[in-house]
């Protein structure tokens, strides 16, 4: 599972209060995404907690509390409430180390701080590649300080606009554009890596309600072989609202319930051993036996049916007729017994510890009933327990039987309520993972609203733009079928997006579109005169060439096979009226 540009970025805030800078953020992705990798995420926290100077001085001389503070403001900008700050520095949180604080507090974040943390992360993403070497520590901070709801993405991004950041100038509508392309990919990268997370969860859920259920109150699941986040998600979902047999197993429900029932047993007690002098031995009698039923839940039945099996074969085979008759006798049981008769002899409640210990002792050196000897004990113990419970309870007449009911509805109530609290500790689980993708897929729809809302950006299509100071842009990957002409003037600017460097010394052929000089290794724009028109055009590569030396189509004027898309600026005239940086081609004039 790859690690992300916005999980690094996620220590950055929350450690440094700050966005990463370019430099750093590429190191650690490539340390960390190495093949095999140089170190783990986990790696990569102690780092900044143990060896970072700027954390060292931020943090150095901070108490514990002062330093839960700092970081809960960091990630959530807010500050710490009463009952977190406690937690964390004299409760049960107090040992979780400095390091791991960052995961702890995410784990636990409500919807609204999970927001927080999803748009600081946003804007840090947008920051770093904005700023790129015009990066300023003070600036990586400001940006994401007032980062709290969706709102403020737009009010945090303006700031790459309006000069109030040192060396950065980002055209209007293009930091929107940017954001909406890492929301974008941050909700894919999540949804990628987190398959296998809820995957893990159902195949959980599908063992807690199945072998682990021991009392039979959970609803049977199975684990999902969903191959999508959104599939997962679904059938996840669903399977735990099975596990609560849709409703029965609610904790709220169950506390109030068991709170209630626990008032009525202590009543019915009170009037029993009021009425009945030998209440208390019926009483712990009873008491003993339901408890003696819950320690001796038998055998699991796929083990009973291996085990019948497996000694049924030995016994059928005519090989050891002589030992299994030898067997027989010395059990004192009939030649006619047979495998299955035994293994009911030996789990039935009424068979004696005596005729038990005889059987296994005559046939101990058959190495095939091994099994069913296992087995069968438990099945005894089992049985013997339940003919207790009948027996003791047989015993409680008169207002002992109303204490019986009591009893057994606390008894019911602690059963239920066990089993509704491992699904809701499995839930929990769930609801780390889906919150965190719920903030990402909110701020997404929220970017991808604040582009379609924004009058300066126009998506390309052929002669579009007619005005000065427009934004183009893609509404989605850019494709070699992308062949168009847009009208491009003055303060004009063209979005491609990140990842793309300009390609100025290669040479290309205005009449064949052969391209010479290009990176085999990078995604590259070109500038070309067409020689037909007189307008500039700009070859976008759609792939990484497999050469130095590239046909991008059989003319410059475009082709749906070229690997490339050719976007003709009608109105620029000569190459020397462009420029490229940061993903944006822009009109100089």
Excluded: C
Excluded at 20 to 28: F, H, Q, T
Excluded at 293 to 318: H, K, L, M, R, W
């Amino acid at each position: 599972m790859a690690t992300t540009t916005a999980q690094i970025q996620q220590l950055y805030v929350a450690y440094l209060g700050r966005a990463a800078d370019k430099a750093g953020l590429d190191y650690w992705s490539t340390e960390l995404n190495a093949t095999p990798a140089t170190l783990t995420l986990e790696d990569l926290r102690a780092n900044f907690v143990n060896s970072q100077p700027e954390y060292a001085a931020i943090y150095g001389g901070l108490t514990r509390e002062d330093t839960v503070a700092k970081i809960y403001s960091n990630l959530f900008g807010r500050a710490a409430d009463a009952d977190g700050l406690a937690y964390w520095t004299t409760g049960g949180g107090a040992s979780v180390s400095t390091d791991l604080l960052l995961t702890a507090f995410i784990n636990g974040a409500s919807a609204a701080d999970s927001q927080t943390v999803t748009n600081k992360v946003l804007v840090s993403e947008v920051y770093t590649n904005a700023a790129g070497t015009n990066f300023l520590a003070a600036d990586a901070a400001s940006i994401i300080s007032g980062v709290t709801t969706n709102a403020s993405i737009s009010t945090a991004l303006d700031k790459l606009t309006d000069g109030s950041l040192s060396g950065i100038a980002v055209p209007a509508g293009i930091s929107a554009l940017k954001a909406d392309i890492a929301a974008d990919a941050a909700v894919t990268a999540f949804e990628t890596n987190n398959v296998a997370t809820l995957k893990a969860l159902s195949a959980e859920l599908a063992t807690l309600s199945t072998t682990g259920d021991k009392a039979g109150v959970i609803g049977d699941t199975t684990a999902s072989t969903a191959t999508t986040y959104a599939a997962q998600a679904t059938a996840l979902e669903a399977a735990i609202t099975t596990a609560r047999d849709n409703g029965t197993l609610n904790t709220e429900t169950l506390t109030t319930k068991l709170t209630a029932d626990t008032k009525t047993l202590a009543t019915a007690r009170t009037d029993y051993l009021t009425s009945d002098t030998t209440a208390v031995d019926k009483i712990n009698a009873y008491d003993a036996a339901v408890k003696a039923v819950a320690a001796n839940q038998g055998a699991a039945q796929g083990d009973i049916d291996q085990a019948n099996g497996t000694f049924a074969a030995y016994v059928s085979n005519s090989a050891n007729s002589a030992a299994y008759t030898k067997a027989l006798s010395d059990a004192g049981l009939a030649s006619t017994t047979t495998a299955a008769d035994i293994y009911t002899t030996l789990s039935a409640a009424g068979t004696t510890d005596a005729t038990i210990s005889k059987i296994t002792t005559a046939f101990a050196s058959i190495s095939e009933f091994s099994a069913v000897k296992t087995v069968a004990a438990l099945e005894h113990s089992e049985a013997v327990a339940a003919a207790s419970l009948s027996t003791a309870g047989t015993a409680l007449t008169g207002s002992g039987a109303t204490w019986k009911t009591a009893y057994d509805a606390v008894t019911e109530d602690n059963t239920l309520l066990t089993a509704s609290k491992a699904v809701d500790a499995l839930e929990a689980k769930y609801t780390v993972t889906d919150t965190a993708h719920d903030s990402l897929v909110s701020t997404a729809t929220s970017t991808q609203t604040a582009v379609d809302n924004n009058a300066t950006l126009l998506p390309v299509a052929a002669n579009a733009g007619t005005a000065n100071a427009d934004v183009f842009h893609f509404t989605s990957a850019i494709a070699q079928t992308n062949d168009v002409a847009i009208n491009f003037a003055a303060k004009d600017s063209l979005f491609l997006g990140e990842g793309y460097t300009l390609n100025s010394t290669a040479t290309v052929d205005a009449t064949t579109g052969f391209i010479t000089g290009g990176n085999n290794n990078a995604l590259e724009v070109f500038f070309v005169k067409d020689t037909v028109s007189g307008n500039v055009q700009a070859i976008v590569e759609t792939s990484v060439t497999g050469s130095t030396t590239a046909v991008l189509g059989a003319t410059v004027a475009g082709s749906a096979t070229d690997g490339a898309a050719v976007i003709t600026l009608t109105g620029v005239t000569d190459v020397s009226q462009v420029s490229f940086a940061n993903g944006v081609i822009s009109h100089v004039a």
